[in-house]
């Protein structure tokens, strides 16, 4: 993992090679115009970042040839020094050594200062240009310049963005390609399109690998923050990190960042108990908080855990009937997993006071669509009296998704992966009418399964969900998603493969259908529609 | 969460002071390199504090302090500075700015400054 101290490192290595070769620029041109003031102020102003970073970092004989040198300058600036060819050399030479400190910050090589060079230096700084002194003869690092350049650069995440855009309009023309040469069948089209398939993916996963920062640089902020909300609520707590080298696309982590602090806000808060409450219960009287990031095949997993109070989920059924988000006699056969999915109804919250930290009318409704933007999950997993754990799927990159393919009516259409659970083929004879919707048992679980066809072709007036005549054929084919804890089986014509696509957001007036999330389009040239599943399942519900 | 804009040419610094103010709980708004950017992000981001480094490529940091003081009036302004500039720090706190950090700084004296001057 990199640490903060090697960032750190890094940054100034870089900056302050940029300093040097500016520095060498700038010497030169004043060499040609000694009196040019704007110059002499942009030296100085390098000298003087190049002191004050290098003091900060410890790199001490960087700051004092720095300071020496500026202080030189600052004398020249003042005109209490001339810019002789004598000094000039010194100048020179004090600029070269400071380039030679800085590139062997990493190397095992002590780099020797000539006593000469720092006597000369001090010479020009102390006796204001008495030409009495003499300055000596210095002797050159090396005989040959080196010209280097820097290892490491900068650069905006907004040109990574477009990279990025880039890259995903580039896989969209090379599916087409490729699915060109096998419709052509031409052998020599079929070589170039593989090979170009090859060359686009390596580029595609270095350009993500490129956008990947480690996890550290969000979780290394919490210590800090847990520390401040706990002594805001008088309780003490443990925050245990692991995982922080796990990597993920900037963005992601940045559309995180306010989630993850909201959920550790909300375990602190209204998850661990006060000292003397959990001596009463006999749990130690230190509060644990486990923040932990695992990687698992294309997503990044990361666990928010306390031993807290855990969620009453008497409570919370409750509050969801007293919302009318549920009957109350549905409400009680409810397995928990579904009556923890109301938390991230909007508005629900089950908290009573309002803190300095936590309870600003903001609530897990907000997390869930940060992650929902993102084509993440979530899931909460609960023991009342034990503790409470937030867990969070998210997916390493956003422009690629795994998404599976199928067909409705003769039109393609694809659902992220992330969302689908698994895929099914049913008799119609074991679909069931209840009420409006069809349900299933599938593997011991009662599921609602809606007829895509219907949903999404049929006027609103006339849809019947809970129809089974409208089913084509015998066998049904169904694709059953997971969002919000919910199951929801979607039956499709025909299924086809597993692919990675790119999704593209509809524009106008396209935007508004919250049915599709987006829209890619196939190696066939097809278009097809990506299915938005958390629209789809909320969609779904308010019908229900 | 108190919003801060961080105005100081050297990427180095930049990036130490915003770790040191996030980490505390403050939220960075904007980092300017120059003096013609921390103009506009002051105005446009308007946030509860600067820190402000003086010597800055385009403008001396007493021109940006005075600008943004020009329209801003009740700006809280923190100087950043190293050692030697002993007068422009002086003639910064007579123009407006509430205090300063002196480079190289250490943490507590980054956080007990800004406090302090957001506390003003």
């Known amino acids: ?544 | 969460m108190k919003r801060i804009l961080i105005v100081d040419d050297s990427f180095y610094m930049r990036t130490m002071l915003k770790n040191m103010l996030t980490d505390a709980g403050y939220e960075i708004v904007g980092e300017a390199p120059n003096g013609q950017t921390a103009l506009e992000l002051a105005k446009e981001t308007n946030p509860d504090l600067i820190t402000l480094d003086v010597i800055l490529p385009d403008n001396t940091g007493l021109d940006v302090l005075k600008g943004i003081k020009a329209e801003q009036p009740d700006m809280k302004i923190v100087i950043v500075s190293a050692v030697g500039q002993e007068v422009i720090v002086n003639e910064a706190l007579e123009y407006g700015a509430l205090s300063y950090i002196v480079k190289p700084f250490s943490e507590e004296r980054v956080l007990e400054v800004v406090k302090k001057a957001l506390e003003e």
Not at chain 1, 260 to 267: E, G, I, M, T, Y
Not at chain 1, 339 to 365: C, H, I, M, N, Q
Not at chain 1, 387 to 406: D, E, H, N, Y
């Open chain 1, 1 to 544: 993992m990199k640490s903060r101290e090697q960032e750190y490192k890094e940054i100034f290595i870089a900056e302050a090679l940029e300093y040097y070769d500016a520095l060498n620029r700038l010497i030169s041109e004043l060499e040609k115009k000694p009196q040019d003031d704007r110059v002499l102020a942009e030296i100085f102003r390098m000298l003087h970042n190049l002191k004050a970073n290098a003091k900060a970092i410890g790199y001490l004989q960087i700051s004092d040839v720095s300071h020496k040198l500026e202080t030189a300058f600052g004398l020249i600036r003042n005109k209490e020094l001339s810019f002789s060819d004598e000094v000039v050399g010194v100048l020179f030479d004090g600029i070269d050594l400071l380039g030679e400190l800085i590139k062997n910050i990493d190397s095992e090589r002590q780099v020797e200062i000539d006593p000469v060079l720092i006597r000369n230096l001090d010479i020009v700084v102390d006796s204001l240009s008495d030409s009495t002194v003499e300055l000596a003869k210095v002797q050159k690092f090396s005989t040959s310049r080196n010209l280097t350049l820097s290892d490491l650069i900068y650069i905006q995440v907004k040109k990574l963005d477009h990279l990025m855009n880039l890259v995903g309009e580039l896989i969209i023309d090379r599916d087409r390609i490729l699915s060109l040469s096998r419709e052509l069948d031409n052998d020599e089209l079929k070589v170039v399109s593989s090979h170009l398939y090859r060359i686009t993916e390596d580029l595609q996963y270095s350009v993500m690998d490129a956008r990947l920062v480690s996890i550290g640089t969000l979780f290394n902020k919490f210590p800090r923050v847990v520390r401040d909300i706990s002594t805001a609520e008088k309780k003490e707590v443990n925050l245990d990190l692991s995982g922080q080298d796990i990597q993920i696309d900037r963005n992601i982590l940045q559309i995180m960042t306010d989630s993850l602090l909201h959920l550790v806000r909300n375990a602190i808060t209204h998850g661990i108990e006060k000292p003397v409450q959990r001596s009463k219960v006999g749990k130690p009287k230190v509060g644990s908080l486990q923040l932990s990031a695992r990687s698992d095949r294309e997503s990044v997993i990361i666990t928010l855990t306390d031993d807290g109070r855990g969620i009453d989920v008497g409570k919370v059924k409750r509050a969801a009937v007293d919302r009318h988000l549920v009957p109350a006699d549905v409400a009680d056969g409810l397995p928990d997993s579904e009556v923890y999915s109301f938390l991230f109804e909007p508005g629900f919250s089950l908290a009573k006071e309002v803190t300095e930290f936590s309870g600003r009318g903001v609530g897990l409704d907000v997390v869930k669509n940060a992650i929902d933007s993102i084509g993440g999950r979530i899931r909460i997993e609960s023991e009342k009296g034990k503790g409470t754990s937030f867990i969070l799927q998210l997916p390493t990159s956003i422009a690629v998704k795994g998404a599976l393919l199928f067909e409705i009516d003769n039109i393609f259409y694809a659902i992220p992966l992330i969302h689908t659970d698994s895929v099914v083929a049913l008799d119609k004879d074991e679909l069931h009418e209840v009420g409006e919707v069809l349900v299933a048992d599938i593997k011991g679980e009662t599921v609602t399964v809606v007829y895509l066809d219907e949903l999404l072709n049929m006027e609103e007036s006339q849809m019947r969900l809970g129809d089974k005549t409208r089913l084509k054929g015998q066998v049904q084919n169904i694709i059953i998603v997971t969002y919000n804890n919910r199951k929801l089986g979607l039956i499709v014509d025909k299924l086809y493969r597993q692919q990675d696509i790119v999704v593209k957001p509809l524009s106008k007036p396209l935007d508004s259908i919250d049915l599709y999330g987006g829209v890619t389009l196939l190696g066939t040239g097809k278009v097809c529609l990506v299915l938005d599943v958390p629209a789809i399942t909320k969609y779904f519900v308010n019908k229900r």
